[in-house]
Nanobody
Framework: QVQLRESGGGLVQAGDSLRLSCAVPVQSFNTYTAGWFRQVPGKEREFVAAIHWIGATYYGNSVKDRFTISRDNAKNSVYLQMNNLAPEDTAVYSC??????????????????WGQGTQVTVSS
């Protein structure tokens, strides 16, 4: 099984920024849509952002004005720049990858590979 590896989480204050990174150890990463979900214990998993291998992006409504997703196909990596963080952003953030899927399919359907998640905590 392929397991993605997230990094960059931490504890910050409201208004601060964080940049999450995810290593995607797959062959032909340039055929994968990749992105991020987040989850709080006891609540449903929430879609955060996704990026197609040619660059099309999609964001959840709660983060659209503050977060930016990007990727580096040469490094098999995907990133999430999170600005103006708020306490409501506190969650475990997990990266995911899906081969030959649009960002819309990624958001609503299954994904092929997951990471273990990285904790982001935003104090009030």
């Amino acid at each position: 099984q392929v397991q993605l590896r997230e990094s960059g989480g931490g504890l910050v204050q409201a208004g601060d920024s964080l940049r999450l990174s995810c290593a995607v150890p797959v062959q032909s990463f340039n055929t994968y849509t990749a992105g991020w979900f987040r989850q709080v214990p006891g609540k449903e998993r929430e879609f955060v952002a996704a990026i197609h291998w040619i660059g099309a992006t999609y964001y959840g409504n709660s983060v659209k004005d503050r977060f930016t997703i990007s990727r580096d196909n040469a490094k098999n990596s995907v990133y999430l720049q999170m600005n103006n963080l708020a306490p409501e952003d506190t969650a475990v953030y997990s990266c995911a990858a899906a081969r030959l899927k649009s960002v819309q399919q990624f958001q609503t359907g299954g994904v092929d590979h997951w990471g273990q998640g990285t904790q982001v905590t935003v104090s009030s």
